[in-house]
Each structure stands twice: as structure tokens, then as C-alpha cells.
């Protein structure tokens, strides 16, 4: 097998018990690199310290990760002004905070009857956040609901 120093320098190809006797003798593992190379590759470290060091690492990563949520906003049909606009400024937070928006209108009885009020409602709020968001998916009517999915965009890092 190949047999890498705790340094990183080679010490060449070296017989399977010569490679576990010099990682006793500096009281480190041996631990199989690439099992299948040809020869195997088996390097000497302190398998303890390094799978700790991976776990800080994976831990730093996770910690830098930025986890995208969908929220969710829910409108009426006949949903007054000042309510259209403090539910606007709620989608605009979750927008400037980098999550998608699913916003959705909720029909209730007779207003089944006239979807378009709530396309409208939809549009409106498209075209209010046309600045913050694009659509990425538009309305559509499920069932009693109609909804419709706002992704913030791309901000250019100058």
C-alpha cells in the first residue's frame, strides 16, 4: 500500500504490517484513503482529532448556510385597504429577508363564483412587489383557494 505521513509527505509503497507497525511506533492510526487505487492509499493521522475538526467544519458550514423558507400570506376577496396594505408589508419583509411568499386568496361561498377578484387581488400584489420579486408561480385555483408564489430576486453583489 501507499502510506502517507501525518505531514502529508509520501513514504512510499510499503507492506500492510510494516505501514501499521511505523503508525504504532508514532502512536497514530493507519486509516485507508483509497481503497481502491492501485496500490491502496493509507495514511498515518489521529483519526480522534480529525474527525473533529470535520465536525467543526460541517458545523461552520451549516452556521453559513442561508435556509430559504416558504411563508405564507392569506387573503380575502373583499379585503379592505388598509388590510391589503399591512399584509403588503408583510410579504415585503419576507422578501427583503430572502424567503419566497406563497400568498393565497380564500374564497368563501358565492365568491366561487368570481375568480377574477382574486387574479386581481394577485396581479395587484405582483405588480406592487415587481421591484422586490418575481413570480414563480402564477395564480392558480385549487380548490377553494387561488395561490400564487412570489421569489425575491437575485440581489448583485457589487
Excluded: C
Excluded at 82 to 109: A, C, N, Q
Aim: hydrophobic letters at 40%; zero cysteines; a positive charge.
Amino acid at each position: 500500500m501507499r502510506l502517507i505521513d501525518e505531514d502529508g509527505s509520501q513514504l512510499g509503497v510499503v507492506d500492510t504490517r510494516e505501514a501499521l507497525n511505523i503508525a504504532r511506533e508514532k502512536g497514530l492510526d493507519l486509516v485507508l484513503v483509497s481503497p481502491t487505487a492501485k496500490p491502496p492509499v493509507a495514511r498515518i493521522l489521529d483519526y480522534g482529532k480529525w474527525r473533529y475538526e470535520q465536525q467543526q467544519a460541517d458545523k461552520e458550514r451549516r452556521k453559513k448556510q442561508k435556509r430559504q423558507e416558504i411563508k405564507a400570506i392569506k387573503f380575502r376577496v373583499k379585503v379592505s385597504e388598509h388590510d391589503y396594505l399591512t399584509k403588503l408589508k408583510h410579504v415585503r419583509r419576507f422578501l427583503e429577508d430572502g424567503h419566497k411568499v406563497k400568498v393565497t386568496i380564500m374564497f368563501r361561498g358565492r365568491e366561487m363564483a368570481h375568480p377574477e377578484l382574486g387574479k386581481k387581488i394577485l396581479d395587484r400584489v405582483a405588480e406592487d412587489l415587481k421591484e422586490l420579486a418575481t413570480v414563480e408561480m402564477p395564480p392558480q385555483l385549487a380548490g377553494r383557494d387561488m395561490n400564487m408564489v412570489l421569489a425575491p430576486l437575485a440581489k448583485n453583489k457589487a
